[in-house]
């Protein structure tokens, strides 16, 4: 079972090679490759998270150089299950673009790099859970770097040109950051190996032991939002096309909590930042929800409260007991998939309706009820309404606040109850205007999504019975008009047309995320049992440091 361990990074990595060789000659299997990879990396999470829950964790030492000269990839409960749900939700992602792309007819570059880039991110996305050192951990950074960059740039329009560039600076830095904190971990304590830090940290003076916490996790609240390092967040993400974004807000920023759960438990137990995490998490919940309830741009407003979210999370991380750890892995799971499906249901918004812009939208609930619900469920969950998995997810952080008693966590407990219910007056808000409302007069559902004013191009777009072209021909029903200024509308950043029905793939993935946020309520009691044993495991640390360098 060892030997698989390598294999979510691998395959996507050699899927890499075949998909650039293809190119758009072969479209079609460049999309069977990328669509049969994923769902093999699915098979092997599932497969990995089975093994580490039976038989513990599972490392593989590459070129069976042991630490701290080789490269080692271990596998233990939590890396198991983040692979599993990265690994379906990234696979769900690829199937709504893949729905977008075919629809949009994008079929020349950048496109033709879509796939090789997305599968690079799946990779290094893999990596960074695996890894068994500071280095490899690096290196699986900067994988997703290279990717993102790509795939926030798709089409090369200036909107997004700019929002890629500010998320590479901001990468670059913490990256440096990075480098600096492995240099001086090295120099220190003579390893990057997380299972002979464990043992040799503790050893180093306090104040060295503190600096790299506190370098390490700068690091890593960069990458995962945290205020006051979120502020790049809410103008990088919104100008991606809607799987891209999807998959970086759903995914990209739990990486950065995975790195700050593994660093704070088996590097620095202890808890010496603890104060300082829960202040951060208190001010992540309030200005992230505070400003969502001030946009009217939903993608916008979806960033915002991706932010004030990251805070539940981190509060567990700051509270360091066992059931705190619990019910922040609990919650990051959830967090995934519904905030996925939620970028992912305001991309068939956008489709829908022309527009992101909720003062522009209205009359969806009776125009397309299917949209409706695909909505309603996980807004309900991310504002923690029972019994859905948000709730249960609150709760059991709540409650490890409540039992650990301090001054700091009953201020987190009040905080989070507060921003629940903030949460749910945002999701009604988006509910009220784009679907419950009439559609605004003067407003119609149906027109062309703009790029911008001159980058519109409706002579490449062959309207079919229900599309209406933006140029002035005469649909059923009344005259077209432009939906508005949509920053995101296709992969390549050209027009498309508004459509009353969206592609089967984009409905059939979004359906899917949210079947599965559903599954996490159904399967609620063996998933927080599978969550407490991987937070035993994380505070005991001997299973995985015994597995790395042996008993």
Known sequence: MNALVPLPV?????????????????????????????????????????????????????????????????ADRLSGL??????????????????????????????????????????????????????????GFEIMLVASFVLLTLG???????AGSTYVIISLFSSMLFLTAIAMAYAAAGTANFAQLALRLPELPLGVQTLLQAMLLTVFAIKAAVFPLAAWLPDSYPTAPAPVTAVFAGL????????????????FPGNRLGDLLMAAALASMAVGILGAVAQTDLKRLLSFTLISHIGYMVFGIGLATRDAYGGAIFYVVHHITVQTTLFLVAGLIERRGGTNELTRLGGMARA?????????????????????????????????????GSAWAWILVAGSTVTSLLTLYVMAKVWNLAFWRKEPPGQTAYGTVLESADET??????????????????????????????????????????????????????????????????????????????????????????EVLGP
């Open 368 to 404: 397309a009820p299917w949209l409706a619900v695909l909505f309603f469920v996980p807004a309900m969950n991310l504002a923690g309404i029972p019994p859905l998995s948000g709730f249960i997810g609150k709760l059991g952080l709540m409650r490890a606040g409540v039992a650990e």
């Open 82 to 139: 983040m692979l599993t749900v990265s690994s379906a939700v990234t696979l769900a992602v690829l199937v709504y673009s893949l729905g977008q792309g075919m629809a949009d007819r994008d079929k020349e570059t950048p496109v033709a790099v879509f796939h090789p880039a997305y599968l690079i991110l799946v990779a290094g996305v893999s990596c960074t859970f695996l890894a068994g050192d500071l280095v490899n951990l690096y290196v």
């Open 156 to 162: 090369g329009t200036g909107p997004r040109i700019r």
């Open 457 to 546: 191009d409706d002579d490449d777009v062959d309207p079919g019975p229900d599309r209406i072209p933006g140029t002035g021909d005469e649909p059923v029903g009344g005259t077209p008009r432009p939906a508005g200024q949509a920053v995101a509308a296709s992969l390549q950043g050209r027009a498309v047309i508004t459509t009353t029905r969206p592609p089967a793939a984009m409905t059939a993935a979004t359906a899917g995320a949210v079947a599965l946020g559903l599954a996490f309520t159904v399967l609620a009691g063996p998933l927080t049992a599978y969550t407490d044993r991987s937070a035993d495991e994380l505070v005991e640390r001997t299973p995985y440091v015994e």
């Open 252 to 267: 990209l920023t739990k990486v950065g909590i995975y790195c700050m759960l593994r660093t704070e438990t088996l590097l």
């Open 10 to 74: 691998l395959l996507p990595l050699c899927a890499t090679g075949l998909s650039l060789a293809f190119g758009t000659r072969l479209a079609h299997f460049q999309r069977f490759i990328s669509v049969a990879v994923l769902t093999a990396v699915l098979g092997l999470s599932v497969a990995l998270m089975i093994a580490a829950d039976r038989q513990g964790p599972l490392s593989v030492h590459l070129g069976d150089f042991a630490p701290p000269l080789g490269v080692t990839l271990v």
